[in-house]
């Protein structure tokens, strides 16, 4: 089972943009501690991406693993951008980095689909999380793949959990599966 495209392109894109961020994070005002947080995810990421590349005939257990590594990596790398790049005025030279990326994966609905749906809830700390869709009483529809969230300031330090999927807002039967829980602290 090979890796596919989209592995390669978001190989190439992490390691862009992980360079970038790595090179100026002093002069844009992001502490080491958060740089290193996110080297190590790298470091974490790119053996097993080389180990999946090169091996000529990956079980499905293996390629899960894979899979599972390579999500948490390219979540946890978009909020990162999101945190310490988006409203960074020092930062906002990567945007400039971000969007040339030569390799850089365009998001794209899926066919049939014309919204991304978000099911979420915002709870404090500690406090038991939604099992289901659900249990999260506020929505989020957006016209395009990629977008930003604004959940108040009032919410730092508290968790932010969602599911979201791919809909067809016309023909609802044709809306995608929900997605597996995402959950982050909201630290800005």
């Known amino acids: ?13 992490q390691r862009t943009i992980v360079a970038q961020v790595a090179a100026n994070a002093a002069d844009w005002g992001i502490p080491a501690g958060l740089v ?57 030279g990567v ?33 038991p999380p939604p099992k289901t ?4 009483p506020l929505r989020y529809i957006s016209k395009k793949p990629e977008f930003t969230m604004n959940l108040g300031k009032e919410n730092i330090g508290r968790v932010f959990y969602g599911f979201c999927r791919w809909v067809n807002q016309s023909h609802p039967a044709n809306s995608g599966p929900w997605s597996a829980q995402a959950q982050s602290v909201l630290i800005s």
């Open 95 to 127: 945007i400039d980095v971000i969007n040339s990326a030569p390799d850089r994966p365009e998001p794209e609905m899926p066919p049939g689909a014309d919204a991304m749906e978000w099911r979420y809830i915002i709870l404090p700390k500690g406090a």
């Open 1 to 13: 089972m090979p890796l596919q495209k989209q592995d390669e392109d978001f190989f190439r894109f």
């Open 133 to 136: 869709p659900e249990e999260c």
């Open 36 to 92: 290193n947080a996110l080297l190590a995810a790298r470091d974490t990421y790119e053996p097993l991406h080389f180990q999946a590349r090169n091996t000529a005939a990956l079980t499905q257990q293996d390629l899960a693993e894979y899979r599972r590594i390579q999500q948490l990596y390219e979540r946890d790398l978009g909020i990162f951008l999101s945190i310490h790049i988006g409203d960074n005025p020092k930062a906002r």
